[in-house]
Protein backbone atom coordinates (compact mmCIF):
# COMPACT_ATOMS: atom_id res chain seq x y z
CA UNK A 1 0.00 0.00 0.00
CA UNK A 2 1.41 3.68 -1.21
CA UNK A 3 1.98 5.20 2.43
CA UNK A 4 1.18 8.52 0.68
CA UNK A 5 -2.41 7.76 -0.71
CA UNK A 6 -4.60 9.07 1.97
CA UNK A 7 -5.65 4.94 3.16
CA UNK A 8 -3.85 4.84 6.89
CA UNK A 9 -6.89 3.78 8.62
CA UNK A 10 -9.81 7.25 9.42
CA UNK A 11 -7.78 9.91 10.89
CA UNK A 12 -8.44 13.32 9.36
CA UNK A 13 -7.16 16.51 9.27
CA UNK A 14 -8.76 18.09 13.03
CA UNK A 15 -11.65 20.16 12.00
CA UNK A 16 -13.53 20.67 15.48
CA UNK A 17 -11.96 23.76 17.22
CA UNK A 18 -10.02 22.53 20.41
CA UNK A 19 -10.04 23.68 23.94
CA UNK A 20 -7.55 25.37 26.16
CA UNK A 21 -7.07 22.56 28.61
CA UNK A 22 -6.31 20.30 25.53
CA UNK A 23 -3.67 22.33 24.40
CA UNK A 24 -1.99 23.06 28.19
CA UNK A 25 -1.69 19.05 27.93
CA UNK A 26 0.06 18.99 24.89
CA UNK A 27 1.68 22.01 25.66
CA UNK A 28 3.05 20.07 28.69
CA UNK A 29 4.28 17.39 27.11
CA UNK A 30 6.18 19.43 24.71
CA UNK A 31 7.64 21.34 27.96
CA UNK A 32 9.15 17.89 29.01
CA UNK A 33 10.76 17.24 25.42
CA UNK A 34 12.55 20.26 25.37
CA UNK A 35 13.53 20.02 28.78
CA UNK A 36 15.74 16.81 28.06
CA UNK A 37 16.90 18.72 24.88
CA UNK A 38 17.71 21.94 25.82
CA UNK A 39 18.41 21.51 29.47
CA UNK A 40 21.17 19.17 28.58
CA UNK A 41 22.37 21.21 25.36
CA UNK A 42 22.36 24.75 27.13
CA UNK A 43 23.75 23.92 30.38
CA UNK A 44 24.29 20.29 31.41
CA UNK A 45 26.68 18.53 28.45
CA UNK A 46 28.65 21.99 28.51
CA UNK A 47 29.40 22.05 32.25
CA UNK A 48 29.80 18.04 31.70
CA UNK A 49 32.19 18.80 28.74
CA UNK A 50 34.19 20.80 30.60
CA UNK A 51 34.75 18.80 33.86
CA UNK A 52 36.04 16.09 31.55
CA UNK A 53 38.39 17.89 28.69
CA UNK A 54 38.79 21.42 30.37
CA UNK A 55 41.65 22.31 27.94
CA UNK A 56 39.44 20.85 24.91
CA UNK A 57 35.89 21.97 25.93
CA UNK A 58 34.94 23.06 22.93
CA UNK A 59 35.80 20.35 20.90
CA UNK A 60 34.51 17.71 23.26
CA UNK A 61 31.24 19.26 23.57
CA UNK A 62 30.88 19.97 20.01
CA UNK A 63 31.39 15.61 18.97
CA UNK A 64 28.65 14.98 22.26
CA UNK A 65 26.33 17.31 20.69
CA UNK A 66 27.32 16.64 17.12
CA UNK A 67 26.70 13.04 17.42
CA UNK A 68 23.39 13.30 18.86
CA UNK A 69 22.21 15.62 16.67
CA UNK A 70 23.15 12.86 14.24
CA UNK A 71 20.60 10.75 15.50
CA UNK A 72 17.86 12.92 15.64
CA UNK A 73 18.12 13.23 11.63
CA UNK A 74 16.66 9.70 10.82
CA UNK A 75 15.06 9.22 14.51
CA UNK A 76 12.38 11.61 13.90
CA UNK A 77 10.85 10.90 10.51
CA UNK A 78 11.43 7.38 11.02
CA UNK A 79 9.49 7.56 14.52
CA UNK A 80 7.53 9.93 13.11
CA UNK A 81 5.81 7.27 10.16
CA UNK A 82 5.56 4.29 12.48
CA UNK A 83 3.75 6.73 14.89
CA UNK A 84 1.47 7.25 11.34
CA UNK A 85 0.90 3.14 11.30
CA UNK A 86 1.08 2.78 14.63
CA UNK A 87 -2.52 0.65 15.72
CA UNK A 88 -3.38 0.01 19.44
CA UNK A 89 -6.23 0.89 21.83
CA UNK A 90 -4.33 3.75 23.10
CA UNK A 91 -4.08 5.70 19.94
CA UNK A 92 -1.06 6.00 17.14
CA UNK A 93 1.14 8.88 19.12
CA UNK A 94 0.16 7.82 23.07
CA UNK A 95 2.40 4.89 22.92
CA UNK A 96 5.20 6.62 21.29
CA UNK A 97 5.18 9.45 24.21
CA UNK A 98 5.17 6.98 26.77
CA UNK A 99 7.96 4.85 25.18
CA UNK A 100 9.90 7.43 24.23
CA UNK A 101 9.54 9.58 27.43
CA UNK A 102 10.81 6.49 29.37
CA UNK A 103 13.61 5.82 27.15
CA UNK A 104 14.79 9.17 27.32
CA UNK A 105 14.94 9.55 31.19
CA UNK A 106 17.54 6.27 31.15
CA UNK A 107 19.50 7.93 28.68
CA UNK A 108 20.05 11.06 30.91
CA UNK A 109 20.77 8.45 34.15
CA UNK A 110 23.10 7.32 32.24
CA UNK A 111 24.60 10.89 31.13
CA UNK A 112 24.29 11.36 35.04
CA UNK A 113 26.68 8.71 35.84
CA UNK A 114 29.12 9.33 32.78
CA UNK A 115 32.33 8.92 33.17
CA UNK A 116 34.15 9.45 29.99
CA UNK A 117 33.71 10.82 26.74
CA UNK A 118 32.53 7.56 24.69
CA UNK A 119 29.38 7.39 27.55
CA UNK A 120 28.60 11.05 27.51
CA UNK A 121 28.63 10.05 23.66
CA UNK A 122 26.19 6.91 23.90
CA UNK A 123 24.09 8.40 27.14
CA UNK A 124 23.00 11.94 25.00
CA UNK A 125 22.61 9.95 21.65
CA UNK A 126 19.86 7.52 23.52
CA UNK A 127 18.35 10.10 24.58
CA UNK A 128 18.28 11.85 21.16
CA UNK A 129 17.07 8.89 19.84
CA UNK A 130 14.30 8.30 22.42
CA UNK A 131 13.10 11.69 22.73
CA UNK A 132 12.76 12.34 19.24
CA UNK A 133 10.09 9.30 19.04
CA UNK A 134 8.06 11.18 22.03
CA UNK A 135 8.43 14.67 19.81
CA UNK A 136 7.55 13.76 16.33
CA UNK A 137 4.40 11.85 17.95
CA UNK A 138 3.72 15.20 20.10
CA UNK A 139 4.15 17.35 16.69
CA UNK A 140 1.76 15.57 15.23
CA UNK A 141 -1.25 16.05 17.35
CA UNK A 142 -1.27 19.44 16.11
CA UNK A 143 -2.25 18.83 12.85
CA UNK A 144 -4.24 15.79 14.04
CA UNK A 145 -6.85 17.63 15.93
CA UNK A 146 -6.60 21.60 15.61
CA UNK A 147 -8.64 23.06 12.52
CA UNK A 148 -6.32 25.60 10.77
CA UNK A 149 -7.84 28.55 11.98
CA UNK A 150 -6.69 28.02 15.18
CA UNK A 151 -2.95 26.73 14.67
CA UNK A 152 -0.89 29.71 14.86
CA UNK A 153 -2.77 30.48 18.12
CA UNK A 154 -2.28 26.82 19.15
CA UNK A 155 1.09 26.53 18.28
CA UNK A 156 2.00 29.90 20.09
CA UNK A 157 1.34 27.55 23.10
CA UNK A 158 2.78 24.60 21.96
CA UNK A 159 6.24 26.43 20.79
CA UNK A 160 6.15 27.52 24.45
CA UNK A 161 7.39 24.01 25.63
CA UNK A 162 10.79 24.57 23.35
CA UNK A 163 10.69 27.99 25.24
CA UNK A 164 10.26 26.88 28.73
CA UNK A 165 12.18 23.87 28.13
CA UNK A 166 15.40 25.87 28.28
CA UNK A 167 14.34 27.80 31.32
CA UNK A 168 12.90 24.64 33.31
CA UNK A 169 16.30 22.66 32.21
CA UNK A 170 18.96 25.80 33.13
CA UNK A 171 17.19 25.93 36.19
CA UNK A 172 17.10 22.24 36.95
CA UNK A 173 21.09 22.50 36.26
CA UNK A 174 21.29 25.36 38.94
CA UNK A 175 18.82 24.15 41.33
CA UNK A 176 20.16 20.27 41.80
CA UNK A 177 23.95 21.82 42.07
CA UNK A 178 25.69 20.63 39.11
CA UNK A 179 25.31 18.15 35.84
CA UNK A 180 24.97 14.85 37.72
CA UNK A 181 21.43 15.53 39.45
CA UNK A 182 20.53 18.36 36.71
CA UNK A 183 20.45 15.36 34.61
CA UNK A 184 18.24 13.29 37.10
CA UNK A 185 15.73 16.35 37.76
CA UNK A 186 15.61 15.97 33.70
CA UNK A 187 14.83 12.63 33.40
CA UNK A 188 12.43 12.35 36.16
CA UNK A 189 10.66 15.91 34.65
CA UNK A 190 10.59 14.47 31.31
CA UNK A 191 8.41 11.29 32.68
CA UNK A 192 6.17 13.47 35.39
CA UNK A 193 5.28 16.31 32.37
CA UNK A 194 3.74 12.80 29.88
CA UNK A 195 1.21 11.75 32.13
CA UNK A 196 -1.15 14.05 31.89
CA UNK A 197 -1.47 13.72 28.37
CA UNK A 198 -0.83 10.14 28.06
CA UNK A 199 -3.83 9.46 30.57
CA UNK A 200 -6.41 12.14 29.25
CA UNK A 201 -5.11 12.40 25.47
CA UNK A 202 -7.72 12.10 23.22
CA UNK A 203 -5.66 10.34 20.65
CA UNK A 204 -7.93 8.08 18.07
CA UNK A 205 -6.58 4.86 17.09
CA UNK A 206 -6.37 3.16 13.36
CA UNK A 207 -9.50 1.81 12.27
CA UNK A 208 -7.77 -0.62 10.25
CA UNK A 209 -4.25 -2.24 9.41
CA UNK A 210 -1.99 -0.75 7.22
CA UNK A 211 -0.02 -3.47 4.65
CA UNK A 212 3.33 -3.38 5.41
CA UNK A 213 6.00 -2.88 2.49
CA UNK A 214 9.01 -2.37 2.85
CA UNK A 215 10.20 -0.68 -0.25
CA UNK A 216 7.10 1.75 -0.01
CA UNK A 217 7.86 2.36 3.60
CA UNK A 218 11.81 4.00 2.50
CA UNK A 219 10.43 5.27 -0.33
CA UNK A 220 7.80 7.32 1.34
CA UNK A 221 10.65 9.59 3.22
CA UNK A 222 11.17 10.88 -0.02
CA UNK A 223 8.83 14.34 -0.94
CA UNK A 224 9.52 15.66 -3.89
CA UNK A 225 10.32 18.96 -4.24
CA UNK A 226 8.99 19.97 -7.73
CA UNK A 227 5.39 18.36 -6.11
CA UNK A 228 5.18 19.80 -3.07
CA UNK A 229 7.54 23.11 -3.14
CA UNK A 230 5.61 24.85 -0.37
CA UNK A 231 6.95 22.12 1.82
CA UNK A 232 10.09 21.97 0.03
CA UNK A 233 10.52 25.90 1.21
CA UNK A 234 8.83 25.61 4.15
CA UNK A 235 11.44 23.07 4.93
CA UNK A 236 14.36 25.28 3.63
CA UNK A 237 13.17 28.38 5.63
CA UNK A 238 13.52 26.19 8.82
CA UNK A 239 16.94 25.17 8.06
CA UNK A 240 17.98 28.38 7.95
CA UNK A 241 16.73 29.73 10.57
CA UNK A 242 17.46 27.07 13.05
CA UNK A 243 21.19 26.99 11.65
CA UNK A 244 20.99 30.78 12.63
CA UNK A 245 19.85 29.70 16.36
CA UNK A 246 22.15 26.68 16.63
CA UNK A 247 25.30 28.54 15.85
CA UNK A 248 24.12 31.40 17.85
CA UNK A 249 23.16 29.59 20.88
CA UNK A 250 26.22 26.41 20.97
CA UNK A 251 28.18 28.54 22.61
CA UNK A 252 26.09 30.91 24.51
CA UNK A 253 27.52 29.70 28.39
CA UNK A 254 31.11 29.77 26.64
CA UNK A 255 30.58 33.67 25.56
CA UNK A 256 29.53 34.66 29.28
CA UNK A 257 32.17 32.88 30.84
CA UNK A 258 34.81 33.75 28.01
CA UNK A 259 33.85 36.82 26.23
CA UNK A 260 31.67 38.91 28.37
CA UNK A 261 33.65 37.70 31.17
CA UNK A 262 31.06 36.93 33.46
CA UNK A 263 31.83 35.57 37.24
CA UNK A 264 28.87 33.32 37.44
CA UNK A 265 28.18 32.19 33.79
CA UNK A 266 25.72 29.49 35.03
CA UNK A 267 24.00 32.21 37.19
CA UNK A 268 24.17 34.21 34.19
CA UNK A 269 22.79 32.01 31.50
CA UNK A 270 20.00 31.54 33.62
CA UNK A 271 19.18 35.40 33.91
CA UNK A 272 19.31 35.53 30.40
CA UNK A 273 17.49 32.97 29.82
CA UNK A 274 14.50 33.40 32.28
CA UNK A 275 14.17 37.36 30.41
CA UNK A 276 14.29 35.29 26.73
CA UNK A 277 11.66 32.86 28.01
CA UNK A 278 9.42 35.81 29.19
CA UNK A 279 9.79 37.89 25.80
CA UNK A 280 9.37 34.43 23.57
CA UNK A 281 6.16 33.32 25.96
CA UNK A 282 4.64 36.88 25.27
CA UNK A 283 5.41 36.94 21.42
CA UNK A 284 4.54 33.64 20.45
CA UNK A 285 0.90 33.97 21.78
CA UNK A 286 0.03 37.58 21.16
CA UNK A 287 1.34 37.44 17.29
CA UNK A 288 0.12 33.69 17.02
CA UNK A 289 -3.34 34.77 17.77
CA UNK A 290 -3.20 37.88 15.63
CA UNK A 291 -2.01 35.72 12.87
CA UNK A 292 -4.90 33.66 12.87
CA UNK A 293 -7.02 37.13 13.40
CA UNK A 294 -5.44 38.60 9.94
CA UNK A 295 -5.25 35.45 7.99
CA UNK A 296 -1.33 36.59 7.56
CA UNK A 297 1.87 34.20 8.41
CA UNK A 298 4.76 34.94 5.86
CA UNK A 299 5.03 39.29 6.80
CA UNK A 300 5.22 37.89 10.34
CA UNK A 301 7.93 35.43 9.43
CA UNK A 302 10.05 37.84 7.78
CA UNK A 303 9.73 41.12 10.14
CA UNK A 304 10.86 38.62 13.37
CA UNK A 305 14.11 38.15 10.69
CA UNK A 306 14.91 41.46 10.58
CA UNK A 307 14.37 41.47 14.96
CA UNK A 308 16.24 38.61 15.39
CA UNK A 309 19.30 40.26 13.29
CA UNK A 310 19.40 43.36 15.64
CA UNK A 311 19.84 41.17 18.65
CA UNK A 312 23.01 38.96 16.72
CA UNK A 313 24.09 43.10 15.87
CA UNK A 314 24.15 43.46 19.28
CA UNK A 315 25.85 40.46 20.54
CA UNK A 316 28.53 41.03 17.91
CA UNK A 317 29.20 44.64 18.90
CA UNK A 318 28.02 44.87 22.51
CA UNK A 319 29.80 42.13 24.30
CA UNK A 320 28.75 43.09 27.96
CA UNK A 321 26.00 42.27 30.33
CA UNK A 322 23.70 44.72 30.02
CA UNK A 323 24.21 44.19 25.92
CA UNK A 324 23.51 40.50 26.57
CA UNK A 325 20.16 41.70 28.86
CA UNK A 326 19.25 43.64 25.67
CA UNK A 327 19.53 41.59 23.07
CA UNK A 328 18.26 38.27 25.01
CA UNK A 329 14.81 40.25 24.97
CA UNK A 330 15.13 41.78 21.83
CA UNK A 331 15.96 37.89 20.13
CA UNK A 332 13.10 36.53 22.47
CA UNK A 333 10.26 38.95 20.51
CA UNK A 334 11.73 38.02 17.12
CA UNK A 335 11.88 34.07 18.01
CA UNK A 336 8.61 34.17 19.70
CA UNK A 337 7.15 35.37 16.60
CA UNK A 338 8.71 33.28 14.30
CA UNK A 339 8.19 30.12 16.09
CA UNK A 340 4.25 30.57 16.33
CA UNK A 341 3.58 31.64 12.63
CA UNK A 342 5.99 29.15 11.67
CA UNK A 343 4.35 26.18 13.03
CA UNK A 344 1.03 27.46 11.27
CA UNK A 345 2.78 27.50 8.27
CA UNK A 346 4.17 24.00 7.91
CA UNK A 347 0.84 22.35 9.46
CA UNK A 348 -0.55 24.09 6.18
CA UNK A 349 1.89 22.49 3.63
CA UNK A 350 1.97 19.33 4.90
CA UNK A 351 1.69 16.77 1.57
CA UNK A 352 0.29 13.67 3.18
CA UNK A 353 -2.68 14.02 5.21
CA UNK A 354 -2.82 11.06 6.85
CA UNK A 355 0.48 10.74 7.57
CA UNK A 356 1.00 14.14 9.39
CA UNK A 357 3.76 12.52 11.89
CA UNK A 358 5.92 11.36 9.08
CA UNK A 359 6.09 14.89 7.52
CA UNK A 360 6.46 16.72 10.23
CA UNK A 361 9.64 14.31 11.06
CA UNK A 362 11.11 15.43 7.63
CA UNK A 363 10.16 18.97 8.85
CA UNK A 364 11.85 18.46 12.21
CA UNK A 365 14.88 17.42 10.45
CA UNK A 366 15.46 21.04 10.02
CA UNK A 367 15.68 21.17 13.06
CA UNK A 368 18.34 18.68 13.75
CA UNK A 369 20.41 19.34 11.19
CA UNK A 370 21.81 22.72 12.43
CA UNK A 371 22.80 21.06 15.42
CA UNK A 372 25.64 18.74 12.90
CA UNK A 373 26.66 21.53 11.14
CA UNK A 374 26.49 24.47 13.72
CA UNK A 375 29.40 22.84 15.87
CA UNK A 376 31.75 22.44 12.54
CA UNK A 377 30.70 25.97 11.56
CA UNK A 378 30.83 27.76 14.92
CA UNK A 379 34.11 26.00 16.62
CA UNK A 380 36.99 27.32 14.11
CA UNK A 381 34.65 30.67 14.03
CA UNK A 382 34.94 30.68 17.73
CA UNK A 383 38.87 29.77 18.27
CA UNK A 384 40.50 31.33 15.39
CA UNK A 385 38.58 33.07 12.54
CA UNK A 386 36.94 36.14 14.04
CA UNK A 387 35.84 35.02 17.21
CA UNK A 388 32.37 35.80 19.17
CA UNK A 389 31.85 38.60 16.37
CA UNK A 390 31.87 36.94 13.33
CA UNK A 391 29.71 34.63 14.74
CA UNK A 392 26.99 37.09 15.71
CA UNK A 393 27.32 38.52 12.50
CA UNK A 394 27.34 35.21 10.33
CA UNK A 395 23.95 34.00 12.86
CA UNK A 396 22.32 37.22 11.89
CA UNK A 397 22.58 36.98 8.01
CA UNK A 398 21.48 33.50 7.81
CA UNK A 399 18.45 34.47 9.85
CA UNK A 400 17.39 37.11 7.76
CA UNK A 401 18.00 35.29 4.64
CA UNK A 402 16.06 32.41 6.03
CA UNK A 403 13.13 34.96 7.18
CA UNK A 404 13.00 36.15 3.56
CA UNK A 405 12.79 32.81 1.89
CA UNK A 406 9.31 32.46 3.35
CA UNK A 407 8.38 34.56 0.12
CA UNK A 408 8.78 31.67 -1.67
CA UNK A 409 5.53 29.61 0.11
CA UNK A 410 2.84 30.72 -2.31
CA UNK A 411 0.14 27.92 -0.56
CA UNK A 412 -0.44 30.43 2.64
CA UNK A 413 -0.67 34.27 2.92
Known sequence: MNLNDGRLGHIGVG?????????????????????????????????????LEPGRKEWAFAVVSGFGAAISLFANPLFGALSDRTRSRFGRRVPWI??????GAFGLVILSSAQSLIVMIIGWCLVQL?????????????PDQVPVEQRAWAGGWVSLGQTFGVLVGAGLAIA?????????ACAAFLVLSALPYIFRSKDEPLTERPDWNLAEFIRSFWISPAQHPD????????FVVGLANAIATLYLLYFLQDAVGLKDPEGGMFILITLYTVVVSAAAVGFGVLSDKLGIRREFVAVSGFIMLI???????????????????????????????????????????????????????????????APVIAAPIVVSAGGYMALYLLSGALGVLGTILVFRIKGVR
Open 15 to 51: SHRVKLSWVLLITLVNLGTYVAFFGPLQILLPMHAEA
Open 98 to 103: SAGSVG
Open 130 to 142: AVNASLAAVTATL
Open 176 to 184: FGGYQAGYL
Open 231 to 238: FAWAWIVR
Open 311 to 373: ASVLLAFWQTWPGALVAAAILGLGYGIFMAVDLAIVTEVLPNKSGFAKDMGVINIANASPQVL
